[in-house]
């Protein structure tokens, strides 16, 4: 919960600031501010007509065990659902997601969604993952700061937060043990509901169905203007 609320005051002190400030800061994707983004609402019984559902044409070949839709069951945090497609190879052994991407995502329809999401897309949030070794991959986030923040990327990185993707013998079943000031706070399971080809999975039905509410928050490029400003 440390890195929700962290965000959440974040993104407060930001909407506080910005109105004093130009939206000029960052850049981080195809060259346009992430506070271009905003949020959706989406019946969570359709979301494989919504996510971009990660398959070899959008997913490296490195990464191809995440083909599909993810579903973070039993995440203390107000996000949902997550997709690998449009994961950039740093072709250095790295991905890059950017999580307030369009339609890769999905969050919580609830104040604690929205809250997280905020603060996700003010700080461009992305996570950079890492195959560690055959079973794991680990996962480095990363934010942005506004120009008058110092306008850097930091990696926020082990000392406060750590995240692992390990294997298990299903290979629609992997665990995400999470980390917070290098305190274990627990492990949720990482379940795959769609396959690369669409197809829903078993898990649909007997872990994201009965889980999740009647619909979905997913991020969305925004018809935001800095006229005015
Ligand atoms: C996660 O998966 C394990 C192994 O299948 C299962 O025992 C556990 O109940 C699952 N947790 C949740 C929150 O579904
Ligand atoms: C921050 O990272 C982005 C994406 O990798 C890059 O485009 C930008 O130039 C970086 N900015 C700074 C100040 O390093
Ligand atoms: C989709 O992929 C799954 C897993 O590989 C497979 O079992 C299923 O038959 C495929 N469905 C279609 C329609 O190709």
């Given at each position: 919960m440390q890195l929700h609320s962290t965000l959440?005051?974040?993104?407060?002190?930001?909407?506080?600031?910005?109105?004093?400030?130009?939206?000029?800061?960052?850049?981080?994707?195809?060259?346009?501010?992430?506070?271009?983004?905003?949020?959706?609402?989406?019946?969570?019984?359709?979301?494989?007509?919504?996510?971009?559902?990660?398959?070899?044409?959008?997913?490296?070949?490195g990464l191809s065990e995440f083909h599909g839709i993810w579903y973070m069951n039993g995440n203390p945090l107000a996000d949902e659902c997550l997709s690998f497609?449009?994961?950039?190879?740093?072709?250095?052994?790295?991905?890059?997601s950017r999580v307030y991407d369009q339609n890769i995502w999905s969050w919580d329809p609830s104040f604690d969604g929205k809250a997280l999401y905020d603060g996700v897309r003010d700080f461009a949030l992305t996570y950079i993952i890492k195959q560690t070794n055959a079973n794991s991959y680990h996962v480095t986030p990363t934010i942005f700061t506004p120009n008058y923040l110092f306008g850097q990327n930091i990696t926020v990185g082990d000392m406060l937060a750590e995240f692992d993707i390990v294997k298990t013998n299903d290979p629609d079943l992997w665990l995400r043990p999470s980390s917070f000031f290098k305190h274990y706070v627990g492990t949720y399971n990482f379940t795959r509901i769609?396959?690369?080809?669409?197809?829903?999975?078993?898990?649909?039905?007997?872990?994201?169905?009965?889980?999740?509410?009647?619909?979905?928050?997913?991020?969305?490029?925004?018809?935001?203007t800095t006229a005015g400003l």
């Open positions: 959440l005051l974040a993104s407060t002190i930001l909407a506080a600031v910005q109105p004093l400030t130009k939206r000029d800061y960052c850049f981080l994707y195809n060259n346009q501010d992430c506070r271009d983004f905003t949020l959706y609402e989406v019946r969570s019984d359709e979301i494989e007509k919504h996510m971009i559902i990660g398959d070899s044409t959008n997913i490296p070949a497609a449009n994961i950039k190879d740093n072709h250095d052994g790295t991905y890059t769609v396959y690369g080809n669409g197809t829903r999975t078993k898990r649909y039905y007997s872990d994201y169905l009965p889980n999740i509410g009647n619909s979905i928050f997913l991020g969305i490029k925004g018809a935001f």
